[in-house]
């Protein structure tokens, strides 16, 4: 079997009872283990963070759909070459958005992606997120708004795409293998 | 007096109680509260676990010191044009080396800065996470084995760098202003 | 219906008699017409020259194999985020080498994909060719020669590799937009 | 001699009747063999479609003179650094646009040669599908039809840019060798 | 000691008179030698040109005050990773502007510090010309008119960041180390 | 006529007479004024700097010959799209290499260009210190020893890089024009 990790993966029984405790409930819902589970879970503290960030950011209420939450997350994990995060939410992004060209549509290029222009604004801005969150400037701001954007969904985009930044950077240095279940999620009709 | 950042900035009295604690013990500690502390505030849930994992990367035990965690932050940081963070960070690093030069060194181009051919390896890691994870590869790891560091060294490297390539995002898209405090700590004799 | 290009696409009755051939033939085999024959079509002369190299390149005899010479395509097209030859020559690839996973690994990042060290090597050198061909030097010929690849397969990678360079600018420049039908193709079992 | 290519030149006599005669043609017209004739004859499938490629861009009618069509060539291959094509077709563009001076301005910096402001848009175009087609969008098919170009010429810009892409790498990838008949031509005047 | 310089330095007395003249005399407004005055030392007719030179466009009456003309040289030599310049220029800036922070400000990201928005355009142009010179157009020039630049200000901008050009690049080359006396300088209230 | 400047071009008669002297001399020499001696002079000190530094570069005694100081100029000048550069110091190549046909090889690529391996790695460290300055490092010293340079070769091989780094950014934003002469000179055998 191939390693889904270049660290160390810890068996389930080897974990403090809250990380077992959220795997397991990971795998009642999915049917099986997302990789990256494991590979975050011989770090304990470092795990729980991760995850109420990531729950903080993507579960959470707000301006942003759930599908569009996961756009942003593909669309940047493809600008950052990143293997598990593409495949994983590729998966969750067809599902969400009930679209089964979405995901490889904004992975390899957003601008020509069947998305509206609201969503194709949010995705410019992600990317500069992504990619030169140096430049980010007023004007960026300006443009959101002229979408309808309120403030805080300017934050929901910048912070999920740059918890992606993090999350992109952790999967490719430990060269985190996506599940094989991942790949043909949400292709077919139900 | 100028804005710490672009999006709302909430008052203490207005903080949840876990919160507020944290500020005012950062406050008792250091003289002052520093701007990341305020500007994340008004998100609760990320502000936890921003600060958890912070935490668990910058004040855990280990085979890096926490000097050296600083210089690759500073490093990291620099690469991103993170204004707060390599002025705030670089306070941290003089004070926790001891040494008033390193930081402006290590920003501008660590490649001559005041240090280790251990620490050159650190660094030259953690710039290859911040900038180009995608091509991390096995003789990565082997040039950071030769120069002593253990697996879970390298996971360190990787994930301050990971993690600050988060925070860094955060600092430019909010245009975090470092306190001023910061450009003066640790340059002067004690 | 959304249009296949942002060129005129003609019509099949109105092709020459040779292309209209051509495509109805791929119609037969494949039981849809693929879009880059449509968009295409309407330069005749173009389309003539377009698959006679195509068909040169991809389908004569040689020391790579089909599935070999489609990861040269997937892997560059991803480079150049081209999403009509990642999502159909993903397609092609899935099903020359019988595996659902590979296409997706090897646009996203073939650094990470389940390829062989030979693969590997024909890969990093198809890169280089695509992304910056004026460095290649003799060093890159003799890793090619040390994993067994004749000088006659170095062509073979090298004028695919250039030939995607000109199809996926084509695509593109053209917006062209890749059936549906090929998202799912060799991703379910026989 | 130095050599043409890193590939093998075959001998005249050896060549199928169809791509010899083609080069005597060309031998005879030019009073030399243009190397890019030899150094692709080892392969007379790829020659062939090649060479008819070529001449329906470069050879039809249309919006674009063959002094303009040239001046793509020049300024994408120089940005692409390849050797062979800006010698070759700067002469050629020389001679086209019987102008001493355009080419080698072309080459360098097209931003400054003495050219339209039309063929300033047309090359800002074909730069664009040289070294960023990904990008190519709405906005640049309107300020290509702002200075007059249909959409067929601009179908044109692209075409020819898209071919040499392709070009540019199979010269640098056998370090094709431009003749030193080419340095000269048309530099002087008639 | 750590050396200051990859290339020889010579001792005082064994230079040519009018060179020693200078190095004294700086010693004596300065307290120290600034290390570039020895570094470039070896070659006397190159130091004599380097100074009359710098001298001549920073000690110039203008347009730019002395402090905007550091504030061009902090920022183009952040961008080229300078550590002699940064932080020696670093420290003429925060005198000549009587400002401690205003040089880590600009030299980590100039779109976030304390300057005026003909600053900011003066820097935009400034960075341009060290990172994209071939760019540079008619655009640029009216956007500093717009911000009451006089064509001769250009000029001055340009010069100065064409000449810390060659600067940053001598003292990378050289591995110049600034003084330890500048780290502090104009960081304490007189 | 064209301008050759975007700055304003003094006329012979109302420059400083050392200035103007220098002009005449090299009309006597060359038979025509190189545009950059008009370009510059309505900064007299600056003119007088840069030929006092340019001269201190390129008429020296040492280890390289002049052809090869001008290979250096004509190499990083392609890179950084200089148009003057190019043209001028192509022409100053061809005739100081007595080579008509070197200067365009170095321009476009000159890791295809007819030179030896001691002149290839002199120009891959002037191209390294036009580009990427920041990243010189030891291991590019012993290259060059190894390929015999002396330090003090070393010192002027970066020295003429960082000089035309300067020379090519002032060219570019003035637009300097080069004289139509410098286009043929050194082409025709003598």
Not at 161 to 188: C, H, I, K, Q, T
Request: aromatic share 8%; charged share 25%; hydrophobic share 50%.
């Amino acid at each position: 079997m191939t390693a889904i990790s270049r660290f160390p993966v810890p068996e389930l029984k080897d974990l403090p009872e809250d990380v077992r405790a959220r795997i397991l409930a990971v795998q009642e819902k999915s049917g099986f283990v997302p990789n990256v589970f494991l590979a975050l879970a011989h770090r304990a503290p470092e795990f729980r963070a991760f995850f109420a960030y990531h729950d903080a950011l993507m579960e959470k209420e707000g301006g942003l759909t759930k599908a569009e939450r996961e756009m942003i997350v593909v669309a940047t994990s493809g600008a950052n070459d990143c293997q598990y995060c593409v495949v994983a939410h590729g998966a969750i992004l067809r599902i969400r958005a009930k679209n089964p060209l979405i995901a490889d549509q904004v992975a390899i290029n957003y601008r020509k992606a069947d998305i509206t222009p609201r969503q194709r604004a949010m995705l410019d801005f992600a990317m500069k997120v992504a990619l030169e969150s140096h430049a980010v400037a007023e004007a960026d701001f300006a443009a959101l708004a002229a979408e309808g954007f309120l403030r805080e969904d300017v934050w929901d985009i910048a912070a999920i795409a740059a918890f992606f930044a993090m999350s992109n950077r952790l999967a490719n240095v430990s060269s985190m293998r996506p599940n094989d279940e991942f790949y043909l999620m949400g292709r077919l009709p139900k």
